[in-house]
């Protein structure tokens, strides 16, 4: 398993977030969270993340448990987090926010900015643009192309789908299934059914902070009462 | 007046403006890095002050070796720095402003009194700097060789930090973590360690600008902190807090001011300062180069 996780319990300040939520990754997989908007999805990949630390349950990332490590620990085991506001560095150009994630994480392996630009030719287009002047499109493809800029073993993905016009979620799916197939474990919470479908092997569903439902994707997107009891909007 | 006269209280006006950019750069740099969660840091003239102490005790031990003693007294004061941030100020990023100013100026009176157990109450004398003794005559009349020496330092200082941001890796680093600590975080930037050392570059900055003041102030006293740290934050605020660029020209502007202030109206000169930070407010409350409030 690459990613192991055993009864979460996520709190933000007095609010219980996530409750006893037990899931897992295998090396190479793709997963996907599906649920409503704030069920929780964002909180397990930032509790996965280290940027809000479980008060209680095991997480463990090829076998070692790294609950209550820092971000940047998990960044250098070899995680990476795209959050679904995406957060490009504003005071930093297009190449600057692949770069910085490079030389960071201390990792190498397939992923240079030649290859992140040859797979978002856009990004080569931009190079020298500020971070805040670039569209919201090309934030997304940079946010990905950071996120594989440190080489991970595994990336967390939030809404990657969200805000895209449906060609270029079309476009997307092709691109993140390249990643996979380059052994690439992915992570992603999305509400596009469709696009998880494509992506994923399996999901596992969310409902009110607790984990509620897991089977393939196929499976999910067949049991109508499984969609129209957690899934349809 | 003659044009002799402006050109010399213009060169007096630029050496104070550079003065006050030296400790006001320090103020900017902490301010701006740790400014996501807006650190105010009314210690930072303390560095000051203990910079112009730990440098004069060094040279006085030291042989009178100035340079020697600018070289290792704002190092002391570095250790100093590190202390607060990472004992004291880091537990405090997260709670109100008002209680980060609080316990900032808990430090300023903790350190006026230090300097008095260990310096004494008394005013020190300061030495002369080798090589910058004396005046250079400009248009027939003589001027410090000394302030001239600061008039170029100030820029100098300024090219410096601007390289340092906005061309260096751990600029690149700075500037990353300054707009978003948690995603510098999450890209594998170890943000409380970061911080520390950018709080000990600022405490270095502000002790440099209290060693050079050694031999301009020509007395050292205990609270001489507190009277370059008004004008500091005066300037970090009429620049735009967190501005670099913004704090050097405001304090040219406020150097240039209290010297034509000095020399032309002596009883309102403090009074054109906050008159201007004022004006400054009221026209644009971010200051010159701050982001929109």
């Known amino acids: ?233 | 007046m003659d044009l002799k006269s402006i050109v010399h209280v213009c060169l007096a006006g630029l050496s104070t403006g550079m003065f006050i950019w030296l400790v006001a750069s320090g103020l900017t740099l902490i301010f701006g890095v740790l400014g996501v969660l807006g650190v105010l840091n009314f210690a930072h003239g303390s560095f000051y002050m203990l910079g112009a102490y730990c440098c004069f005790t060094v040279l006085s031990r030291l042989g009178d070796n100035f340079w020697l003693g600018l070289l290792i007294g704002p190092l002391c004061v570095c250790v100093v720095g590190y202390v607060i941030e990472r004992f004291f100020l880091r537990y405090v990023y997260r709670i109100e402003l008002p209680y980060q100013l609080l316990l900032t100026f808990a430090f300023v009176l903790l350190f006026d009194d230090l300097v008095k157990i260990i310096w004494g109450a008394g005013s020190l004398g300061s030495p002369s700097v080798p090589g910058l003794a004396g005046s250079v005559p400009i248009l027939g009349r003589n001027f410090p060789t000394y302030s001239l020496f600061i008039i170029a330092v100030g820029p100098l200082v300024a090219l410096g930090l601007w390289i340092l941001i906005e061309k260096t890796w751990y600029g690149r680093i700075i500037r990353a973590a300054s707009s978003d600590r948690e995603m510098a975080s999450a890209i594998g930037v170890n943000v409380p360690v970061l911080f520390t050392a950018v709080f000990m570059f600022g405490a270095w900055l502000g002790a440099m600008g209290g060693g050079l003041a050694v031999p301009y102030v020509g007395l050292l006293t205990p609270g001489m902190g507190e009277a370059i740290i008004i004008d500091a934050f005066v300037v970090a605020v009429i620049g735009g807090l967190g501005s670099l660029k913004g704090a050097f020209l405001g304090a040219l502007i406020i150097g240039l001011l209290s010297s034509f202030g000095t020399r032309f109206i002596p009883t309102f000169d403090m009074f054109l300062t906050f008159i201007l930070m004022a004006a400054v407010l009221l026209w644009r409350p971010q200051g010159f180069f701050g982001e929109a409030v």
């Not at chain 1, 479980?54 to 997480?59: C, E, F, K, L, Q």
């Not at chain 1, 930093?92 to 770069?99: A, G, Q, R, W």
């Not at chain 1, 805000?163 to 997307?172: D, F, Q, R, Y």
């Not at chain 1, 399996?202 to 009462?225: F, N, P, S, W």
């Open chain 1, 1 to 233: 398993m690459k990613l192991q996780v055993e009864s979460i319990n996520t709190y933000y300040g007095k609010s219980h977030i996530l409750q006893d939520v037990s899931f897992d990754v295998a090396s190479g997989e793709a997963v996907a969270l599906l649920g409503r908007n704030g069920v929780g999805k964002t909180t397990t990949l930032r509790s996965v993340m280290g940027l809000s630390t479980p008060r209680a349950g095991s997480i463990r990332f090829k076998d070692k448990e790294i609950r209550g490590k820092p971000a940047h620990f998990m960044a250098k085991a070899g995680i990476a987090y795209m959050p679904d506001d995406l957060r490009i560095f504003p005071d930093l150009t297009c190449e600057e926010n692949l770069e910085i994630a490079r030389r960071l994480s201390k990792r190498t392996g397939y992923w240079s900015k030649k290859r992140v630009e040859e797979l978002f030719p856009v990004l080569g287009e931009r190079r020298r643009q500020m971070g805040i002047n670039l569209s919201g499109g090309e934030k997304k493809m940079l946010g990905m192309g950071r996120a594989l800029m440190a080489n991970p073993e595994m990336v967390l993905l939030d809404e990657p789908s969200e805000g895209l016009a449906p060609m270029i979620v079309a476009s997307l799916a092709r691109v993140i299934e390249e990643i996979r197939d380059k052994g690439m474990t992915i992570l992603m919470a999305d509400q596009n059914l469709k696009f998880c479908r494509r992506v994923c092997k399996r999901g596992y569903i969310l409902e009110k902070g607790r984990m509620v439902h897991a089977d393939t994707m196929e499976a999910i997107m067949a049991d109508d009462t499984v969609i129209g009891k957690y899934l349809a909007l």
